[in-house]
């Protein structure tokens, strides 16, 4: 079964911005610690952000810190990672996954977990 499902993703220009949604299928994910990776043709995937499953703390990756903004709508069963300013370079397919371990350690190898979506892609391009 597909326990995550992302969509949002699309053609941008540069500079512009994307909320991406990861809803959960079949559970909740308030029962566990979120994050949302990327992965960009012939490159490794890498971590993003995460949301914590208990007060709802959100840590990023050093490198991506400022741009990207990761929330948790309860009622909706569904994480969102806003991207603003966005630059080619950030092309790439965008998917979420869990449990992370998320806290302050949080970083771009940070391991995604048993359970990932399919993604949504996000292509950047004037």
């Known amino acids: 079964q597909v326990l995550f499902v992302e969509s949002g993703g699309g053609l941008v220009q540069p500079g512009g911005s994307l909320r991406l949604s990861c809803a959960g299928s079949g559970f909740t994910l308030d029962y566990y610690e979120i994050g949302w990776f990327r992965q960009a043709p012939g490159k490794e995937h890498e971590a993003i952000a995460c949301i914590s499953k208990d007060d709802g703390s959100a840590y990023y990756v050093d490198s991506l810190k400022g741009r990207f903004t990761i929330s948790r709508d309860s009622a909706k069963n569904t994480v969102y990672l806003r991207i603003d300013s966005l630059k080619p370079e950030d092309t790439a397919l965008y998917y979420c996954?869990?449990?992370?371990?998320?806290?302050?350690?949080?970083?771009?190898?940070?391991?995604?977990?048993?359970?990932w979506g399919q993604g949504t892609q996000v292509t950047v391009s004037s």
């Open positions: 996954a869990g449990p992370v371990a998320c806290n302050e350690n949080f970083n771009v190898g940070s391991q995604r977990g048993p359970r």
